[in-house]
Each structure stands twice: as structure tokens, then as C-alpha cells.
């Protein structure tokens, strides 16, 4: 099978020749359509607006609001703080499935540069209290706007479908923890009804017009934690009568790559990153710590198992080799977690039944490999009895800037969590049709 740079630049290429670059917006539902064409400025003046105020996990304030008011008004039940700034939406009407749909709120510590005028200039603070740069690099916005968007048109369209809709904002999907965290909060126990079916959509960075949704493995497994290195300070001019915890986090971040080039079946797929890497201030003071910050994606859990008992020795023997004290030797802190993402073959083949009624068939491109990426959106479901789930990509990239990075042999025009990661207007308006016409699918027997 092809990897994913030469797939997706084939596609590319190959839409560049035919000049066929077009988004869709029109179904066959006349009323569908009437509530996009509509509701489309009200959207998109919404989506500048998060864009603009943009909240890292667990501190969706402002968005959550926005979010509940908005269901509120659509005469959704609705339950707030669920997992800390979760939100979820009830709508029953009358009898049949139960279906979910999520969107996280949450946005990136990335300084943007897509020169956007609705885009954010402003600090914001992390958990840590530091002040960080902030943008929606990931098209959390959007995928707040497509659910508020896909909630109006199903309330619209009450009368052809029959059951209960839930609507779930979801904080701190960026972290890992977010889906976990509204299941630790009891959501199910707080009156959310246990979903048949979960759906969900996410942005990607291919053309406006496209959309990815396949069955299997679509997207890796993953782990975020935090390895702290202690060591003794001291003065930078005396190096010998301290213990440098930088020199032992350099010496970790070189030895973690051997677990993946030396440990890992060559044919399994997994990744360790060194995201950040923080320690001291002075340029003449050795300091006491160092923070590493880690992510792992893996497929199957022998090499997640693997990848952890590995780093735990590594920093282990990193601090023997230094002679440090048992008390001194470094600690490891799990934080969030995924399992891969693996979409229902029965549910995705309905949904893509329904979807040729807004995009041609090969306009879905769904036999991409699986990707490194990570969800929690199937955290939500994964610990019920009926784990039923399918997870879309959709496309937003500008039509012209994927011309132009295909003829200069790029796979995308950007990535996400890059700070040039825009999502095109056009996009607003498809990913609520996508998204209502699927739901309207998986409603029905």
C-alpha cells in the first residue's frame, strides 16, 4: 500500500490536472438546504468568533457558553461542567436509536500566521499559569460551529427522523484526557442517555470538497507524560560539583529514538516525541530538574507496553550512570491516553450510502492508511456495552492553495497544528450538510 505523502499527493496532482477542485453544498433534502442557506453567515460570523477567543483544554469557558446557549435556544436539555467544561445536549423525539454527536472546544498553544483578520493575537494562560500563544490549529472551531450548525438542522428536520440526539462539546481533547474526563465526571450517571451510535467529524488539510471515511483502524493510539530529570545544581563554572539534569534529559531524548529503531517491529508503526523540553534560566547556573514533555502513538498495546518500560529504564539508567541517590532518580507522570480509532465497518458504509447525496463516491477517499494522529472521541463509548462509532475527515483547504501546493509537489497546503492551518469559509456550510445528512442516516432502521 502506498504511504500516505505519495497517496495524498497522487490525489493532489491528479485534481490539479482535471481542474474538478469543488465544494458541494446541495442535497437532495430542499429542506436541508434551506436551513444552510440561511443559517451560513450567522456560522461563519460564529466561527471567526471562536477562532478569535481561542481556549486551551479544560479552560473552554467562553466556548462552552457560547455552546450551551446556542442548544438551549434550540430547546436542548442541556448539562454543563460535565468533565470540567464538557457540555452535552439532549433532544428527544419520540422513539428510536440513540445518536451522539461530538465536537471538542479546545485550541492549541500555536502562534498563528495565516494573517487571517480574525485571527488571535492575544497570550493566554496554560494550565501552568505561563503565558502561551493560542490558535485553533487543529479546527476544534469548526468543529464546534459544523455540531451548532448540524443541531439547528436536525431540530429543523424533527419530523424525518425519530429518537434522541445528543450533542456533546468535549474539553481537552488536545490533552488526551477530555472524553476520559467526562466519563470519570459520571456523565452517563448524570442523565446522558448511552448512545447506539457515536459520530464525528474532523477537520484535515485536503481540498473543501473531500472527505475521508473509512472502516478499520483509522487513527493510532496514544500516550502524553511527563519524564522529570533531578539532579544537583550548581554553578555553570563548576560543573563537576553538581549533577547536570540537562545533560541527562539530551542524553534521553537520543536514547528514546533507539526503542523505536531498535525495539519495535520494523513493520509496526509507532513514535516517540520529545514535544518540549524545559529546564533552567541562568546561563551560568546548572539548574536542580528538567521537564521533559513525551507523546507515544502505537497501534497494538505490546509496543505501547514496550515504549513505556523502555523509557522507564532508560531514565533509570541515565540516572545510575550520573551516581545519583534512589531519591534523586527521575519520576514519570501519565497524563492523558488514547486507544487507536477504530471506525464500524456496518455504520461507516451507511453513512457513505448517504453522503453520495452531497459528494460524488470518489470524492470519498477511504482507503487512506491508517495515520499516527490520535482521538479520544471514542472514549465517549469504548467502556459501553455497544462501542458503535464512526469518525470523519473532512476536507478544508482552499481550493487555489492546494492547486498551488501541488505544483510544487507538496501533500498539503498546511498541516494541522501548523500556524498557518486555515480552515477555508466554504467548509462552514458542507461539514453541517455532511454531517445533518449522516445523522438523518443512522437514524433510520
Avoid at 478499520?216 to 500516550?223: C, I, L, S, V
Amino acid at each position: 500500500m502506498k504511504n500516505n505523502k505519495t497517496f495524498f499527493l497522487s490525489i493532489l496532482l491528479l485534481l490539479l490536472i482535471e481542474n474538478v477542485i469543488v465544494a458541494q453544498s446541495n442535497t437532495s433534502n430542499p429542506e436541508l438546504n434551506k436551513v444552510v442557506d440561511t443559517d451560513t453567515k450567522r456560522w461563519i460570523d460564529m466561527f471567526k468568533d471562536i477562532h478569535a477567543n481561542p481556549e486551551l483544554g479544560f479552560m473552554e469557558v467562553r466556548t462552552a457558553a457560547i455552546v450551551a446557549k446556542e442548544l438551549k435556544a434550540l430547546g436542548f436539555e442541556v448539562k454543563t461542567g460535565i468533565g470540567k467544561t464538557g457540555v452535552v445536549g439532549i433532544l428527544k423525539n419520540g422513539i428510536g436509536p440513540v445518536v451522539m454527536y461530538r465536537a471538542d472546544m479546545d485550541c492549541n498553544s500555536v502562534q498563528e500566521t495565516t494573517g487571517v483578520a480574525y485571527a488571535n493575537n492575544k497570550l493566554v494562560k496554560n494550565r501552568a499559569g505561563e503565558d502561551v500563544p493560542a490558535m485553533h490549529a487543529c479546527g476544534h472551531d469548526a468543529h464546534t460551529i459544523w455540531m451548532l450548525g448540524i443541531a439547528k438542522a436536525m431540530v429543523a428536520l424533527k419530523k424525518s427522523w425519530s429518537g434522541t440526539l445528543v450533542m456533546v462539546g468535549q474539553p481537552a481533547e488536545e490533552l488526551g484526557e477530555g472524553a476520559e474526563a467526562m466519563i470519570n465526571d459520571k456523565m452517563y450517571e448524570k442523565g446522558v442517555p448511552v448512545p447506539d451510535y457515536l459520530f464525528g467529524m474532523h477537520t484535515a488539510p485536503f481540498p473543501v470538497g473531500y472527505i475521508s471515511n473509512g472502516s478499520g483502524k483509522r487513527m493510532a493510539g496514544m500516550d502524553v507524560l511527563d519524564v522529570t530529570f533531578y539532579g544537583i545544581g550548581g554553578h555553570g563554572s563548576s560543573p563537576q560539583v553538581a549533577k547536570d539534569p540537562i545533560l541527562m534529559g539530551a542524553a534521553a531524548v537520543i536514547e528514546y529514538q533507539a526503542i523505536i529503531s531498535r525495539a519495535i517491529d520494523p513493520q509496526n508503526a509507532a513514535v516517540i516525541t520529545v514535544g518540549s523540553f524545559q529546564s533552567g534560566i541562568d546561563n551560568n547556573v546548572i539548574p536542580g530538574s528538567a521537564l521533559l514533555k513525551l507523546n507515544l502513538r502505537w497501534f497494538n498495546e505490546q509496543d505501547r507496553i514496550l515504549m513505556l518500560n523502555g523509557i522507564k529504564r532508560i531514565n533509570e539508567s541515565i540516572a545510575f550512570a550520573y551516581d545519583l541517590p534512589k531519591e534523586l532518580y527521575p519520576t514519570l507522570t501519565m497524563k492523558g491516553m488514547a486507544y487507536p480509532l477504530v471506525n464500524n465497518e456496518v455504520m461507516v458504509d451507511k453513512v457513505n450510502k448517504a453522503l453520495e447525496a452531497v459528494i460524488a463516491p470518489d470524492k470519498n477517499i477511504k482507503n487512506i492508511p491508517a495515520v499516527m494522529g490520535s482521538e479520544d472521541f471514542h472514549h465517549l463509548v469504548i467502556h459501553n456495552p455497544k462501542p458503535v462509532y464512526d469518525y470523519m475527515l473532512v476536507g478544508v483547504a482552499n481550493k487555489e492553495a492546494s492547486e498551488k501546493a501541488a505544483k510544487e509537489g507538496k501533500m498539503f497546503p498546511f498541516f494541522n497544528h501548523n500556524s498557518n492551518f486555515e480552515v477555508d469559509l466554504s467548509s462552514i456550510p458542507l461539514g453541517v450538510t455532511l454531517g445533518t445528512t449522516a445523522l438523518l442516516e443512522i437514524f433510520k432502521k
